[in-house]
DNA sequence: GTGGTCTAGACCACG
DNA sequence: GTGGTCTAGACCACT
């Protein structure tokens, strides 16, 4: 279900975040479904409980999901509402370094050719 | 000449190997130039002089500058050199994130405007 | 486990890098197997915790290990890749100097004489 | 005359030592024929004086050179002698090499590639 | 408890 | 004076 990579040099909590909020956006967790426990999680994934509550937090810090004390964790938004805000933020990520990259002497077509796939362009089959 | 932010996340070491490498890649540190004593510089920024060392390892490590023993710290490659190979690195960073922005829906009108800085913005002003 | 020696001109922390690859190299050290920890290896060698936290970062650069934060470090190469990198540079270090004694006289029997273990040796005995 | 490359990791007295000794290997410096004085190369390479005795004193340590006070610095052996005493050291740096790649896997054929050159091997026109 | 970073102060090799 | 290495001790982020 979650996939843990100890060789990515991301912290796990970060890792277990992302993949809730790209599970999120994708659809595949619907606005108030509910996540997994943090003993129950932490069970599955061999991973301290601490790790999961701290990758809760981030979640809830990043607005994907809420808390209810008692209850459990829960999806917050709709993934429309998660992928606009996503898009935001790779939309600045880029912009920044593309300006960056403009100053060293990269043209417009050096960068469109970057952020349009070589190849087939259309269809996506 | 240099500023070192506390508050920044990334190391110190790391921001003052950044900003010289930047410093030769626009071409304001020539090759062969000297760069300031690690006890000097270290005076000067109000920092241990090993951290300085550190930098001026880091950036021994990227091939932006040479160390001669009881000579100094020196630059290496010419700005060009430097220049393609930030290029390269930011190609990379570029093509990732465009690559999860189209998995989210963005289209290529909406990922070149993001690389292409029109004077006119639809919306939003 | 693990030998030092001080009057060895190399420095500790690459004495401590090496002997670690060569147990990587030679098979000793499975991939994803654990490293001692840094303080823990300190102590059984009475070394300073930097030196050794500088040959694991030795390690890192190589290619050898990667760290997890709050976790430990860890091989991350099957030996046979090592094994490779390693037989790349003997390959250069030997040409190199075959190179030179080829320049000073020596011949392809001589070159070949030091190469393979023969069991005659003429002269010398 | 003689070439220092403050780029090459090497200290400088080493590369100056190296050269002589190549220099007198090759024949170009006769025995009992005279270096230059310390304070005259010191000045002609723009090197520290004390940077050319240290060259000259490795020089004696190796057995290439003896120095008479109030005089100067001489060659002290023939070409073929040196030649020889070069040859030796190159067979221990190879064979020692040959051996650690020999116990990685490498076998006759590889070793001997290595220390034959590639394309043609008669004649050097 | 783990690694990562920083500070403080010392010694050595090199020039 | 320079860089390179080492020690000692501290704090932080992560697990």
């Known amino acids: 279900m979650l996939h843990i990579d100890y060789r990515d040099g991301?912290?796990?909590?970060?890792?277990?975040?992302?993949?809730?909020?790209?599970?999120?956006?994708?659809?595949a967790l619907a606005p108030d479904s509910q996540l997994p426990s943090v003993r129950q999680l932490a069970m599955e994934l061999s991973?301290?409980?601490?790790?999961?509550?701290?990758?809760?937090?981030?979640?809830e810090k990043r607005g994907?999901?809420?808390?209810?004390?008692?209850?459990?964790?829960f999806i917050s938004a709709d993934c429309v509402t998660l992928r606009e805000r996503r898009l935001q933020e790779l939309e600045t990520e880029i912009t920044v370094r593309a300006k960056e990259a403009r100053e060293l002497g990269a043209d417009d077509q050096m960068l469109i050719s970057w952020v349009i796939p070589t190849g087939i362009k259309e269809g996506k089959p």
């Open 64 to 73: 994907v999901v809420y808390s209810v004390k008692g209850k459990g964790n």
């Open 10 to 27: 991301r912290p796990i909590y970060e890792q277990v975040a992302d993949s809730f909020e790209r599970m999120a956006i994708c659809g």
């Open 47 to 59: 991973i301290n409980p601490n790790t999961i509550q701290r990758a809760y937090g981030e979640l």
